[in-house]
């Protein structure tokens, strides 16, 4: 019988989402509470930033096994639809402090998933191939989609989009994904490619850094937690739509709690 925890050297799919759901809801309270109540809870954030990079991994390795990629595809864009408007509720008080049940600032993540799982997608008709024309044109899509999630503002934009086509291309390579992998997160995600960007000048990107240390050390060291600890089995599944269903339950229940309060209290 396979083990549900363990699967050989590593953890199973289904012990990687447990762990990515529960600091995901961590996260969002703590995010919530911090706005609110001031940065006391930064702490719960801290944690949460294990949540994003698994989800990531998951849904680009979930890309490449599914037996049909088009209802996969459609599942997470239906449940992006889903839950748009409760993240949008939920953080744009965090973004503008009002709630509004639309913003434009910032789209939810199930839309990055989305856009990586279609450039996946590219990346396997490149492989499968050998015209250079196709080859080139199919990589010039990839990059177009990075490019789409910074300018639809998806929940961790260029770095969520770079690091599925990461853990594809490197796929086959435990540690060689890992690096790859945890090398676009930590330039895209935890900023360092400010350092390249002319509009910035190093001493107050290095100060900026420095400034959220301990933030960016969590959000840096975070995906190798996932990268390096999973083996790629799928362990006991969940019901099919249960993720999907997780993501805008737990926001439209956060939201719920704390709404009624900071009206009472502003």
Same mark, same amino acid.
């Given at each position: #019988?396979?083990?549900?925890a363990l ?5 199973? @799919?289904?012990?990687l989402k447990?762990?990515?759901?529960v600091?995901m809801?961590?996260?969002h $309270? ?6 609110f109540?001031?940065?006391?809870f930064a702490? #719960?954030d801290?944690?949460?930033r294990? /949540?994003a990079p $698994?989800?990531?991994?998951l ?5 490449v ?14 449940? /992006? ?9 939920l953080f744009?008080?965090y973004?503008?402090?009002?709630f509004s ?9 199930m839309?990055?998933? @989305?856009i990586?799982v279609?450039a ?6 490149s492989?499968k191939?050998?015209d250079?024309?196709?080859? $080139? ?9 990075i490019?789409?999630?910074? $300018?639809?503002k998806t ?8 690091f #599925?086509?990461?853990?594809y291309?490197f796929r086959?390579?435990?540690k060689?994904?890992a ?9 895209f ?8 960007d002319p ?6 990107? /290095?100060?900026?850094i ?10 840096g060291t /975070?995906?190798?937690f996932?990268?390096?600890l999973?083996n790629?089995?799928?362990?006991k599944?969940?019901?099919?739509y249960a993720?999907y269903?997780?993501?805008? @339950?737990h926001?439209l ?6 709404y009624?309060?900071v009206?009472a209290?502003a």
């Amino acid at each position: #019988m396979e083990n549900t925890a363990l699967v050989g050297r590593g953890m199973n @799919a289904r012990t990687l989402k447990i762990i990515a759901a529960v600091t995901m809801v961590c996260s969002h $309270i703590g995010v919530t509470l911090n706005t609110f109540y001031g940065g006391g809870f930064a702490i #719960m954030d801290y944690i949460g930033r294990f /949540a994003a990079p $698994i989800f990531f991994m998951l849904a680009a390795d979930g890309a490449v096994k599914t037996r049909d990629f088009n209802k996969y595809l459609l599942r997470i864009v239906l449940f /992006a639809v889903i839950s748009e408007m409760p993240f949008d509720f939920l953080f744009s008080y965090y973004f503008t402090g009002k709630f509004s049940l639309v913003y434009w600032g910032q789209q939810n993540v199930m839309w990055t998933l @989305a856009i990586g799982v279609l450039a996946i997608k590219c990346c396997e008709k490149s492989r499968k191939t050998t015209d250079i024309t196709l080859k $080139i044109l199919f990589a010039a899509c990839v990059a177009g989609l990075i490019i789409l999630a910074k $300018i639809a503002k998806t929940d961790y934009d260029m770095g969520g989009v770079a690091f #599925m086509v990461a853990c594809y291309i490197f796929r086959n390579n435990r540690k060689l994904r890992a690096l790859a992998a945890w090398f676009v997160w930590v330039f895209f995600v935890c900023g360092l490619y400010f350092f390249f960007d002319p509009r910035y000048e190093f001493a107050a990107v /290095a100060a900026w850094i420095t400034r959220t240390g301990v933030y960016k050390i969590c959000e840096g060291t /975070a995906p190798l937690f996932a990268l390096l600890l999973y083996n790629g089995a799928q362990g006991k599944r969940f019901p099919k739509y249960a993720f999907y269903t997780f993501y805008p @339950a737990h926001i439209l229940i956060i939201a719920a709690v704390f709404y009624p309060i900071v009206r009472a209290f502003a």
